[in-house]
């Protein structure tokens, strides 16, 4: 919307999540960041200097419940008190348009055509932090939660499941809140990033999008921390896959604790063995994710890199490269994703995968279990993960389990990033003006062969700038003190005609780009006229 005299006020409502939000960091304007006098809620900030100074007024709200209207919105047309945008975190922004009647005017406007591109880095949606709960007597009602920032991923997931507005609205008593506790905790274990560094095993930092269906949102949430989530007995149980030790998600236990151990007396129809597979085995593999570095855009890294002797030893057993490509779309951390690429690539290199019938004592199983298979006749012993439960029409319980090894699981950490090359492209708000400014004069010869007027040469090196389209060539008498616009060019040299001989004359020169900026000027003084 518009508004003042001049229709000079564009006023603009940028709407960024449901709220309540931590905190709003930063704002960029066409890609550039903007600092601001505030970031508070409710406050109305402008550009503390810059370009944008003076041209734009910034208020933004974290999406409470009981936020008021924008004052800046609030001088637009057609929006009024009761237009507020409760429950929504939002940015109001007014842009201050003036008209451009001379150079000077098209040097200081700060936006490029169209109206502006906004962008915001915010920290998300406040919600419950499971990590901290009392699992045993968990009962607050969703509205009467405590809150805080975080970005563990079962923390989101919890909030998801139980938000009434965006998410499923379940009900406390819907979940098991013991082992929804424990999978947080173990997502905020330390674990090895680099050889020298360490951070948390599993974080959540994206934007959960509601066009997509709630059982795609739930599968990303739990794919972030390799999570499984069985419903049984009216309950939903969360479980991490991990190496097998509860208390370190990092550890290598070679004999995990199982919860049920399956012999030949158990199944029924005997045991299906498959052995490797090329369909299942990776050799390498490629995960993308967001990086913060790169201004959020994609960015890959390879599990094992090439120069890996891991990668070596996989080609080799492999015959061919077996490479495949995963995405991690709330993932920001290239250690995270090259753990997560490691544990993936590890995992699908287990050499069995199991299939039989059971009897009723594999009733109390679940997705995600791990248990001990054993058949005497066939000398086998091992230990897999249950990854498909089916009940027969007989009674009897289909098992399907992946072999489970304890060593995918170690994480030993990763080489420390490239050091990456500081790329400093031009900015095109600022021009480069032309350099070397000459003045040199002669007289000029007319049809009979004659001298008949003086006629300065002006010659100047090329200004640096890629984007320079144009250079301003103005001249003045010396004595004089306004310059007048002799001609504009694209060459490195210009003719200025009809001055006067023996005067002394200054010359300046300006470039001009494609964004119709300018630059300072370059400048060649008292030059006498021969």
Known sequence: STNGSTNQYLYVAIVLSEGQVNSFQKLFIDDEEVALSSYAHGVVATPSSGRYAGRVQVQFFDGRDDQTVSSVLDEAPNWGTNHRLRGLAYIACRFEWKKIESQEDADNNPFRSGVPRVNAEIEGRKILDVTGINASTYNTAYASDTLTYTTNPVSVLVDYMRNTRYGKGLTNDLF????????????????????????????????????????????????????????????????????????????????????????EDDMIGGLNIRGESKDRKITQLRVTYTDPSADYQPNDVLFPDDNDSLYTTFLNQDGVALTKQMTLPYCISRERALNYASITVKNSRSNQLISFRATPKANDLSVGDLIRVTNSNLNFDGIFRVSGLVLTPDGDVGVSAPQHNSSDYGLSGHSADAARPTISLPDPFTVNPPTSVTVTSSGVANSNGYFSI?????????????????????????????????????????????????????????????????????????????
Not at 211 to 240: D, E, H, T, W
Not at 493 to 513: C, E, H, K, L, P
């Open 176 to 263: 098991d809140w013991t082992s929804f506790k424990l999978v947080a905790q173990q997502c905020d274990q330390t674990v090895p990033y680099t050889t020298s560094t360490t951070g948390k095993a599993y974080e959540f930092d994206g934007v959960v999008s509601t066009s997509n269906s709630l059982m795609n949102n739930i599968r990303q949430i739990l794919a972030v921390f390799r999570g499984i989530m069985p419903y049984q007995q009216g309950q939903y149980f969360l479980k991490m896959e991990h190496g097998g030790d509860d208390t370190d998600i990092d550890a290598t236990p070679s004999d995990p604790t199982t919860v049920m151990t399956i012999t």
């Open 454 to 530: 003086s006629q300065m040469k002006v010659s100047y090196t090329a200004s640096v700038d890629p984007f320079v389209t144009e250079y301003i060539v103005q001249f003045k008498l010396a004595s004089d003190s306004t310059f007048i616009t002799a001609g504009i060019t694209n060459d490195t040299q210009f003719f200025i005609d009809n001055v006067t001989s023996g005067q002394q004359y200054d010359v300046r020169v300006a470039s001009r780009n494609e964004l119709d900026r300018r630059s300072n000027f370059a400048n060649a003084t008292r030059h006498t006229v021969a």
